[in-house]
């Protein structure tokens, strides 16, 4: 409004100037005939109040702020400006990606959320611009279809990359030949002195230098599987995958946890849109009536690290040493490079995708209790 006000007072003092110069008026004429009529125009489209009204925008921006989104500290500066990676992991990527289809090259100077991530603003400059840069129906890494109103938004990026059949799917044994140097060379040496390599029946130590080189063979018999990558599992967002049930190892399969229907935003931001996309408790309550329903979750929370030390235990995985129970596993269990016998290795995958998930259940009550049954039983003594 103060700059308003300024252009007023500007227009009035060129008046002021201009009748100064004039001299004494004269007596008034008559009025002239009307004009024709003008055609209706168009209503003006700028309406930039409906949204720059001050409150509307910044209690979304206060709640935003507080977000993993808002910061993308991690997901952006490792991966936001790689152009394999940045469909999911920065602003440019998802905004190029969701207009052509495609990131055709890398970003130098990727950045995190925004407004106009997700929201197409600034296209119409009236309300329609809240609209999602991409909200369509999804096809997930097994081929089924992910539909789900506005959670189509969050499951664009939030999906696996892979299936398990992408490490499970030799058709006849084969051997592979890995080579570690330099700084792995330490690890590796003694972890095979040892006899802390899951390389399979009849898989060895085919060279060893002694100083910066061994090259380890792991056999991979069709009872076997082989894990050929330390990042292997279906990615660190699977979570739609989760909640539609699909993915899994073993042929375990699952459907969406009907009471937990609401989706991605049902739950991550409530009646209230609220854009932190936290779990909003109060959503929870709504049904659990007697609180959210932490020790089954705390449960689930136990029988994933009890799967962690068995698949240790097979050097299926790596945990860091700096994890403390207490922790979440996320971030602190690797996998190794192994090969296992098929039902350990679905274990391991159903494993890395619900630590991945990271919901303890909640995307899919159901369906993990039968991942975790089943997992459990690979290892039953
Ligand atoms: C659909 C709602 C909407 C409409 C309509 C809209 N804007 Fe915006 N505008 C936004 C949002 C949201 C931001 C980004 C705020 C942020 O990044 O936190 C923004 C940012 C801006 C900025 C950058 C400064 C800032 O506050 O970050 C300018 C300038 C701006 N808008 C001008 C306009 C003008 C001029 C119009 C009308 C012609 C208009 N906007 C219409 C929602 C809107
Ligand atoms: C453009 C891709 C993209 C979209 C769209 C997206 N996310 Fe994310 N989201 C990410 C990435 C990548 C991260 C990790 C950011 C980081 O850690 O730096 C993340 C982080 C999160 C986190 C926080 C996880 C943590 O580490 O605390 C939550 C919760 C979340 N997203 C939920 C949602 C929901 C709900 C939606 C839909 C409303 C959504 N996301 C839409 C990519 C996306
Ligand atoms: C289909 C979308 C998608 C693609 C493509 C993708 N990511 Fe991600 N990635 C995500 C999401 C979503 C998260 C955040 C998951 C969470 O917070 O639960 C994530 C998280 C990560 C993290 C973990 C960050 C953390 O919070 O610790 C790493 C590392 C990562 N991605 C690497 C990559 C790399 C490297 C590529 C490209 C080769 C890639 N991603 C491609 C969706 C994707
Ligand atoms: C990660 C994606 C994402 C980002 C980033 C995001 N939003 Fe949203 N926004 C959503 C989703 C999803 C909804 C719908 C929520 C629902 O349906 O419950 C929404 C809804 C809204 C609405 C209500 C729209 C309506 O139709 O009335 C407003 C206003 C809004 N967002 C503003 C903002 C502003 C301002 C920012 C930046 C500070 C922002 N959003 C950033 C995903 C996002
Ligand atoms: C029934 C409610 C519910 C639904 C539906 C839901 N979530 Fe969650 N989600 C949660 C809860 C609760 C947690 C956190 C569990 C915990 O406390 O660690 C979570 C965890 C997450 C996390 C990890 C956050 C973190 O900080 O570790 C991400 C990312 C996420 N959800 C994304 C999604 C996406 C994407 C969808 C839709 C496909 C979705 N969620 C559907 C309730 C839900
Ligand atoms: C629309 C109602 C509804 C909402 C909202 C809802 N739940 Fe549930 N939830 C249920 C029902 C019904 C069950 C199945 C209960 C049973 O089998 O005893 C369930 C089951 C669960 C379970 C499995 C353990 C159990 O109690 O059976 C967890 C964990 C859970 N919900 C967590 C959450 C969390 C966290 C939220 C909020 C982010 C949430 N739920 C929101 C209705 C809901």
Redesign the pocket.
């Known amino acids: 409004m103060k700059n308003l006000i300024k252009l007023f007072s500007i227009v009035f003092l060129f008046g002021a100037i201009f009748m100064s110069c004039e001299g004494p008026e004269g007596p008034a004429g008559t009025n002239g005939i009307d004009g024709i009529d003008g055609e209706d125009g168009t209503n003006g489209?700028?309406?930039?109040?409906?949204?720059?009204d001050g409150e509307s925008?910044e209690t979304?921006?206060a709640q935003?702020y507080t977000s993993q989104h808002a910061l993308g500290d991690i997901a952006v500066d490792y991966a936001g400006g790689r152009g394999s990676c940045a469909e999911c992991h920065s602003h440019q990527g998802f905004v190029e990606w969701a207009l052509t289809g495609d990131v055709a090259e890398d970003f130098s100077a990727p950045e995190a959320w925004?407004?106009?991530t997700c929201?197409?603003?600034?296209t119409?400059?009236?309300?329609?611009?809240?609209a999602f840069r991409a909200d369509d129906a999804i096809t997930l890494s097994d081929g089924s279809t992910f539909d789900d109103g506005a959670s189509n938004l969050c499951a664009n990026c939030h999906q696996a990359r892979r299936e398990s059949d992408y490490y499970d799917s030799a058709t006849a044994a084969y051997t592979e030949d890995e080579e570690f140097t330099d700084d792995d060379y330490a690890d590796m040496a003694a972890a095979a002195a040892a006899m802390e390599i899951a390389w399979g029946p009849a898989g060895e130590v085919k060279y060893d230098n002694g100083v910066d080189t061994i090259i380890i063979t792991f056999d991979v018999p069709t009872t076997h599987v082989y894990i050929s990558s330390t990042h292997a599992g279906p990615h660190h967002g699977p979570q739609a995958n989760m909640f539609a049930g699909a993915s899994a190892a073993g042929g375990i399969t699952g459907s969406a946890f009907t009471a937990h229907a609401a989706g991605c935003t049902g739950c991550h931001m409530g009646s209230d849109a609220n854009h932190s996309f936290m779990p909003q408790e109060e959503t929870c309550t709504a049904c659990h009536t007697s609180g959210v329903p932490e020790d089954d979750m705390d449960a689930v929370y136990d029988r994933l690290v009890a799967l962690a030390v068995e698949l240790e235990a097979v050097h299926a995985i790596h945990i860091d040493s700096e994890w403390e129970d207490g922790d979440p596993l996320f971030g602190y269990v690797h996998p190794a490079l192994a090969s296992i016998p098929r039902a350990q290795f679905e274990a391991f995958w159903n494993f890395m995708y619900m630590v991945e998930d990271r919901s303890l259940s909640v995307h899919n009550p159901t369906f993990y209790s039968d991942m975790l049954d089943a997992a459990e039983a690979a290892f039953a003594k």
């Open positions: 489209t700028a309406t930039c109040f409906v949204c720059h925008i979304i921006q935003f925004k407004c106009s929201h197409t603003l600034h119409e400059f009236d309300e329609t611009d809240w």
